[in-house]
């Protein structure tokens, strides 16, 4: 093979359609192409996929941020990232995960336009999906018993502890299924943001439950737990130490 003929050799190139537009960051079109680069780790790819097709991805091209993600180029084992490239402007950068804070501001955002003291709480899932009642009720695996939600926030009206909340599920509730909501905090006239888990529906646990976080909340004790059963029906269950 020639010299010449080498340098003109093809590599070919995986790329992948995320079904819904994705913007530009510098022209905001959407003419956006995503692709893998073929050093890309290719057993990495199905969790990138499913960040994808969840529309959990940001498209960074600046390039501090990319150097910083890439270890100014050392990739790590394990740490490869996505390509894109603007077909319009020509820009182009990496697929970064998007902070699950972030999404779920921007959710709360649009839906806060019109929630009300009278709207029905909303709930999202730890990866900013929104979900139904049944849904949650789904998730937790018992078979026809109800599920209780229990909230760990108690008159939270920004994100800024959220980390703080989540750790402290992990580390302390033992709980890795978290759940988001917005409610009306109807007596201050504001909406409240919470972050929620599940529990089996028990009168005594719910009790132990609803007094547990106080100390995360300035000393104020959960109010109410929502019981909800196989239909999505759901009645609340109030705090008898308040």
């Known amino acids: 093979m020639s010299q010449d003929s080498h340098r003109r050799k093809k590599v070919q190139i995986c790329s992948t359609s995320p079904g819904y537009p994705v913007y530009c960051p510098k022209c ?39 150097k910083d993600e890439n270890q100014w180029g050392k990739l790590q084992k394990g740490s490869e990232k996505p390509n894109w490239i603007c077909k319009d402007c020509y820009d182009g950068g990496i697929i970064v995960e998007q ?12 839906y806060e336009k019109t ?5 029905e709480p909303l709930y999202w899932n730890e990866h900013a999906q929104k979900v ?4 949650i009720h789904d998730n937790a695996g018992i078979g026809e018993s109800s599920v209780v939600l229990i909230s760990v926030t108690r008159q939270q009206y920004n994100l800024d502890n959220f980390s703080k909340f989540r750790k ?18 109807i007596k201050n006239n504001k909406i409240e943001y919470d972050i929620l888990y599940t529990i089996e529906n028990n009168s005594e646990e719910i009790q132990k439950h609803l007094n547990l976080h106080n100390q995360m909340n300035n000393g104020l004790r959960q109010k109410m737990a929502l019981i909800i059963d196989k239909d999505s029906n759901w009645q609340i269950e109030n705090n008898k130490n308040l």
């Open 115 to 119: 929630f009300t003291k009278n709207s």
């Open 168 to 185: 402290y599920l992990k580390d302390v509730v033992k709980t890795d299924t978290i759940y988001y909501g917005l409610w009306s905090d």
């Open 132 to 135: 139904t009642l049944k849904e």
């Open 99 to 110: 902070p699950i804070d972030k999404k779920i501001a921007d959710e709360f955002k649009k």
């Open 28 to 66: 905001n079109s959407s003419n956006v192409l995503i692709f893998y680069d073929p050093r890309f780790t290719p057993r990495l790819q199905s969790g990138w996929d499913d960040l994808i097709d969840g529309k959990r991805i940001l498209l960074e091209n600046r390039w501090e941020k990319i």
